[in-house]
């Protein structure tokens, strides 16, 4: 008999952004993605080779770890979103934090280490071999999350969202950072920076933590390039003009709505400023003023950013030509799907 192989891939259902996308009409229709996860041989948790997911709050309540090996999840590419089963949000760190580390290790042409951990007989030996990185999808009754180098770990909150601001949520309803794919691609980009260098986290200068909250933001928000689903969508909503107002450049939506603001947590491209939509250009000027980590690593962002548009208007001025005859202005109504698919596949490309 012919061997039977190992697939390469595990297809593992997730959020496309937050669960948000959900309570509206314009983007329920991809409220959910599909990742190709690679295939490798779980126990309950998840535990795989490079992570394990460790599920239990702050009160010591365990909750059941999943098993994404179970032939009836397998077939049905695991657990289908939701925000009240808890094995759905292990599901849910473990493929996007995967598919994080899959992105660097095909940059860096070598496998992700994680930060060596300290010797308990000696304080200044930090030489322990970490094999996983330990990740906890309710560890926080508090709206954050963060990685943490003492723990090796990343640490997810949740919390009883804003009840008399305006958002795509119930007011006073439980929102889970874990469930945000932005939040877990940005916290497990910490943790591969982390282990890169393990003074790399130490603050000599006030760029330095700037530098780690804008990078993980910009690998964050690339991926949602990646997601053909909400690409396509998206592009055919904005007539391929990625710089107008999207859900492609911002970050963490439903958090941001649900801790009392009006957006997303974080905008790349521009924000609402008195009910008027303004983009946002790049200023280094901007750098005496902002003093914080997220506040200055927003110029790294938004530079990154603006350098993607520039290869993404560059790979399809030619589309845009032919499609409107030479004149470059799009005619009025629907983009045809053919053009929405040629420019997605190029922003995905870029």
């Known amino acids: 008999e012919p061997a039977v192989r190992d697939p390469v891939y595990r297809r ?15 983007t329920a229709a991809i409220n959910e993605a599909t990742l190709n996860v690679r295939w490798e041989s779980l126990s309950k948790g998840p535990v795989g080779e490079y992570l394990e997911v460790s599920d239990s ?16 999840l397998l077939a049905q590419d695991g657990w289908s979103p939701s925000e009240g089963n808890a094995q759905f949000h292990q599901q849910m760190v473990y493929a996007v934090a995967m598919t994080t580390i899959e992105f660097f290790e095909r940059a860096l042409g070598r496998p992700v280490l994680w930060r060596h951990g300290a010797n308990a007989k000696d304080p200044l030996d930090d030489s322990i071999f970490t094999p996983r990185l330990r990740v906890q999808p309710h560890a926080l009754r508090q709206a954050n999350a963060f990685y943490s180098p003492e723990k090796i770990a990343l640490l997810f909150g949740y919390f009883e969202a804003s009840a008399n601001q305006p958002g795509d949520h119930m007011p006073g309803s439980r929102i889970y950072s874990c469930l945000s794919h932005d939040i877990v691609a940005h916290e497990t980009t910490h943790a591969v920076l982390d282990g890169m260098h393990r003074r790399f986290n130490e603050p000599t200068n006030v760029d330095v933590l700037a530098l780690h909250e804008g990078f993980a933001d910009i690998v964050a928000l690339l991926q949602h390039f990646t997601m053909r689903e909400v690409l396509g969508t998206e592009i055919a909503k904005t007539r391929g ?17 649900a801790t009392g603001g009006r957006g997303a947590l974080r905008d790349a491209i521009g924000h609402m400023e008195n009910g008027v939509w303004k983009r946002f250009v790049p200023d280094p000027a901007d750098l005496e003023k902002r003093v914080t980590p997220h506040e200055r690593g927003a110029i790294l962002v938004g530079a990154v950013f603006d350098a993607f548009l520039a290869i993404y208007k560059t790979r399809t001025a030619d589309l845009i030509r032919l499609y409107t005859g030479g004149t470059g202005v799009l005619p009025s109504g629907a983009v045809h799907p053919d053009l929405v698919n040629r420019l997605a596949d190029e922003a995905s490309k870029s």
Do not use: I
């Open 57 to 72: 709050d702050p009160s010591g309540k365990t909750y059941t770890p999943v098993n994404l090996d179970d032939p009836r």
């Open 241 to 257: 003009d990625l710089e107008s107002e999207s859900t492609l450049g911002s970050l963490a939506v439903q958090f941001g709505q």
């Open 12 to 26: 593992l259902r997730v959020y496309a952004v937050d669960p948000s996308f959900a309570t509206r009409l314009d």
